[in-house]
Nanobody, 124 residues
């Protein structure tokens, strides 16, 4: 499956952005979908994930209550709504697809397919 992320940009602290990830070339509903991010000089980290049908979502503690992941299986899209953004949210954001087990949904090594990344910059 090929993934194309979009929607990044520059915002002030407290603002919002909505990231989108379009999937093609595979059966989208077969994949867990996740968002990860990587700040300069830091390792890539888990942000959020959603199960195949969209009924369950998972978040890192740092974004819980501010970010919302969702998916549209009819349109092969996954979204990350980011509200109350903070400067520490500044990073390149990646969408990814996994066919692994649910227990590994937060583990980036379980994701086989990755999008190209989209830059999010939050200024104070």
């Amino acid at each position: 499956v090929q993934l194309q992320a979009s929607g990044g940009g520059s915002v002030q602290a407290g603002g919002s952005l909505r990231l989108s990830c379009a999937a093609s070339g595979g059966t989208f509903r077969n994949y867990y979908m996740g968002w990860f991010r990587q700040a300069p000089g830091k390792e890539r980290e888990f942000v959020a994930a959603v199960t195949r049908g969209g009924s369950s979502t998972y978040y890192s503690d740092s974004v819980k209550g501010r970010f919302t992941i969702s998916r549209d299986n009819a349109e092969n899209l996954v979204y990350l709504q980011m509200d109350s953004l903070k400067p520490e949210d500044t990073a390149v954001y990646y969408c990814a697809a996994s066919t692994s087990v649910l227990s590994a949904i937060r583990d980036l090594t379980s994701y086989r397919y990755w999008g190209q990344g989209t830059q999010v910059t939050v200024s104070s």
